[in-house]
């Protein structure tokens, strides 16, 4: 049996292999945090990894190379 792949649907493309894209969290920083480096710092590597509902930016990296948020489980990446 084929392993399961996951199939993002890019508004411009349509249904694609999820190899095509990069993708991301968006955080949210904390206010604590008012320098300008710092804040990149912890955007770009302190993830909450949290079970369940995240909001995401995906990149069409291999297709309309286009940017677009989507809100994905991660407990079963579904796309909501």
């Known amino acids: ?24 969290e968006i955080p949210a920083t904390p206010d604590a945090l008012t ?11 302190m993830h909450s990894n949290h079970e369940g509902p995240v909001t995401e930016r995906w990149f069409h990296a291999f297709g309309c190379r286009r940017w677009f948020t ?9 796309m909501l």
């Not at 320098?35 to 590597?45: H, I, K, L, P, Q």
């Open 1 to 24: 049996m084929a392993p399961h792949r996951l199939r993002i649907h890019c508004p411009h493309c349509g249904v694609r292999a999820v190899e095509e894209f990069a993708y991301g």
């Open 35 to 45: 320098d300008a480096d710092a804040r990149d710092v912890d955007r770009g590597f």
């Open 70 to 78: 989507v809100r994905r489980d991660t407990r079963t990446n579904e």
